[in-house]
């Protein structure tokens, strides 16, 4: 099915239409399903006219995507002691999901990310270094 409700092309060919009686197969069901004058037709099996069940079978594939982010806060203080985002996350540049693990620890003045491509296995990035020299990444990166 599209998004309007219609139903796809690819769906219609995967359909399988059968008497209501005999239950024997429909030839070219996706022509059946479109024209109201096939339907009318009597089954060439046991002469029954219309079709009692007709099943359109639409295989999908969804893929679930999960994304944890924990910060750790103290009372009066501006930004968290520390953060971890672990999970799965768009990268915009590629256009498609990719493992993600960030750690900022502001009290151990530490910074570590690690992207990998979970297609592959490949890592995309890779950064392990004290926070303090972390420096021109994000919001404190230089703007045009």
Do not use: N
Not at 14 to 40: I, M, N, Y
Not at 53 to 79: H, L, N
Not at 83 to 104: F, H, N, P, W
Not at 105 to 116: F, G, I, K, L
């Amino acid at each position: 099915m599209t998004d309007d409700g219609s139903e796809d092309a690819d769906d219609v060919d995967r359909a399988t239409v059968h008497c209501g009686k005999c239950g024997s197969p429909v030839p070219d069901p996706a022509a059946w399903l479109h024209e109201p004058e096939l339907q009318q037709r009597s089954c060439p099996m046991c002469g029954a006219v219309g079709r009692g069940i007709a099943e359109i079978f639409a295989s999908d594939t969804a893929q679930g995507y999960e994304f944890a982010e924990r910060k750790s806060k103290v009372q009066g203080k501006k930004k968290p002691r520390s953060e971890l985002q672990v999970g799965d996350q768009l990268a915009v540049t590629a256009g498609r999901y990719v493992k993600k693990r960030r750690l900022i620890d502001r009290d151990a003045d530490w910074y570590e990310e690690t992207v990998v491509d979970p297609e592959t296995g490949d890592v995309l990035h890779s950064c392990a270094e004290p926070l303090s020299d972390h420096l021109g990444h994000g919001s404190d990166r230089a703007r045009e």
